[in-house]
């Protein structure tokens, strides 16, 4: 469905403007799916963000900056989902012997189950959006995407 059916406009748009609005758009769709996956977790998509970054530390603490530098959102306040995470026993906290200021975080094993359990979700919801497009189609339109993003 094209843009203008999307926001039933009559008034002929730019197409830098549809290229904005089609990228808004998607990414609402987007993220309103990746949600409803993890609603049934209770966990936000920048709680299930600050997880991954964690497990891809393979048992190495993470300090909040290593984590802010590698979120998606990076306006996400990492302190606050942090304490949230650890509510949920999905983190550990504790302060770095070597700088005292530095705090260190590591994912649980409650943390690493809960990721475990959503792997398999969210590469069906990955593989559901990119479905209808040939290989070189993927490839072309990440490249487009990152053209576009870095101006």
């Keep these: 469905m094209k843009i203008e059916e999307v926001l039933k406009s009559t008034v002929p748009m730019d197409n830098s403007k549809k290229i ?3 990228i808004l758009y998607t990414q609402s769709m987007i993220t309103d ?4 996956i993890l609603k049934s977790y209770d966990i936000s998509g920048e ?5 991954r970054i964690l497990r891809g ?9 290593m984590i802010q530098e590698r979120m998606l959102a990076k306006t996400s ?3 606050r989902l942090v304490d949230k995470l650890l509510l949920k026993d999905f983190v ?7 700088n005292r200021r530095k705090i ?11 990721l475990k359990d959503l792997d398999p979700k969210v590469i069906q919801h990955e593989q559901f959006f990119s479905n209808n497009l040939s290989s070189d189609e993927i490839i072309q339109l990440n490249y487009l995407l990152e053209k576009f993003r870095n101006q």
């Design 77 to 79: 306040n990492t302190t």
């Design 92 to 98: 550990t906290r504790k302060v770095c012997p070597e």
């Design 104 to 114: 260190e975080v590591l994912i649980t094993q409650k943390g690493l189950d809960i």
């Design 20 to 22: 904005i609005l089609n």
């Design 33 to 36: 799916k990746f949600n409803e």
């Design 47 to 51: 709680q299930y963000n600050v997880l």
């Design 57 to 65: 530390q393979k048992g190495n603490p993470a300090n909040m900056s």
